[in-house]
């Protein structure tokens, strides 16, 4: 008579459960190593780049401007809207989130971005999350390296 060896069914859960844990631990470390080979510095670089590409795109309006018609040269002079004055937005960013009378409320940089792109571009809002959103903010934003954080104020009476 041959001796037949049985495996409680429990035995072979808990096995396979400890198999899947140690997958998943080596799976979740070698993420955090592809994370931690990221150069976040260069990812931004290419994300301001991208907003700056954004900045000078005539298609997201319907009218051929872009957002440098009214902000020239990368949005670093002032220039000209519909016979108004427009100030460079050196600072711009650092002065975000502020009352808007447009609106009568309180908008974000991506909402001032927003009414930029549908009012004298007649072009269609980006979604707040979206990497166009995301790339033009990181572009004006960059435009205020330097310029201390002032919510709600004129961007032109502030000091670096």
Known sequence: M??????PLT????ILVAVMITVTVIESETMSEKEAMVDTEAELKKVVEQGKA???????????MSCNSCH???????GEMMGMKVKDLHGAAAT???????TKSVITLSQMNNM???MPMKGRALKPDSPEAIALV???TSLSNGMKIEM?????????
């Open 2 to 7: 041959k001796k037949v060896f049985v495996i």
């Open 11 to 14: 035995f072979v859960i808990v």
């Open 54 to 64: 954004l900045f000078n795109d005539t298609t997201l309006g319907s009218t051929g």
């Open 72 to 78: 020239p040269n990368g949005g670093t002079a002032g």
């Open 96 to 102: 975000f989130p502020k009352y808007k009378n447009q």
């Open 116 to 118: 930029c792109i549908t």
């Open 138 to 140: 990181a572009y004006v």
């Open 152 to 160: 709600g104020e004129d961007m032109h009476s502030m000091k670096k």
